[in-house]
């Protein structure tokens, strides 16, 4: 399996511009999960899906952050209009229902710098 | 909500040698403790996790213990090569898909 698959890698924007992140599950998970990483706040969960529907959406920073996930092998995080302190590493993971637990499989990461 | 401490934030060892991360969680409902490595340009990667019901675990040359109790948990990495160089996350769990991260310790290993 390939794993979790994100895109772009890179991606500088200037502020205002609208940004969108991809990113394809590993095949046969039914749970996605972004998440947002800084040397300041770490590791912060954005927003979980559950079969393809949000389930927390709590961690979402403010409105001017959506994700979509229209099929189980598709989901997006779009930022729009974008700010500098947006800039972070976005990472998304996805698992499977194995007992109560979730074991985590993330991506490689995008790395988001809004100038 | 979980906290989740961990310490030291950086570590160097030389190569061969035994490196030990410590963390603390504030909630006594934490039931799942996993541990992460994320290398440069990369996400982080599951390496090894233990239940509440479990003290110890092992999987070649690292371990995790759990101190109920106490509320820490703690890995262990022996005999550590170069390829052991990253930072490694703890992170805790009631069970569901809430993951509090600790803030990272970066280990290197000096040949």
């Known amino acids: 399996d390939a794993g979790v698959i994100q895109s772009p890698r890179h991606e500088v924007t200037e502020m205002g511009q609208e940004v969108t992140l991809r990113c394809k599950p590993i095949?046969?998970?039914?749970?996605l999960f972004w998440y947002r990483q800084t040397m300041m706040r770490g590791l912060e969960l954005l927003i979980y899906?559950?079969?393809?529907?949000?389930?927390?959406d709590s961690g979402m920073p403010e409105d001017r952050f959506s994700a979509k996930m229209p099929n189980a092998s598709f989901s997006t995080l779009k930022i729009q209009p974008s700010e500098p302190r947006d800039s972070a590493v976005y990472f998304c993971?996805?698992?499977?229902?194995?007992?109560?637990?979730?074991?985590?499989?993330f991506g490689s990461g995008t790395q988001l710098s809004v100038l | 909500g979980e906290n989740v401490e961990q310490h030291p934030s950086t570590l160097s060892v030389q190569e061969g040698d035994s490196a030990v991360i410590k963390c603390t969680y504030s909630?006594?409902?934490?039931?799942?403790f996993p541990w992460y490595k994320q290398e440069l340009g990369k996400g982080p990667q599951l390496i090894i996790d233990?239940?509440?019901?479990?003290g110890e675990k092992k999987d070649q040359r690292i371990a995790v213990t759990l101190n109920k109790t106490a509320k820490h948990f703690s890995l262990h990495i022996t005999e550590t090569q170069p390829e052991d160089s990253a930072v490694y996350f703890c992170?805790?769990?009631?069970?569901?898909?809430?993951?509090?991260f600790g803030a990272g310790t970066t280990v290197t290993v000096r040949a």
């Open positions: 993971a996805s698992s499977l229902p194995t007992g109560s637990q979730k074991k985590l499989f």
């Open positions: 095949s046969g998970h039914n749970s």
């Open positions: 899906f559950n079969n393809n529907v949000p389930i927390d």
């Open positions: 909630d006594s409902a934490s039931n799942y």
């Open positions: 233990i239940r509440s019901n479990v």
């Open positions: 992170a805790a769990s009631r069970g569901d898909y809430k993951l509090s």
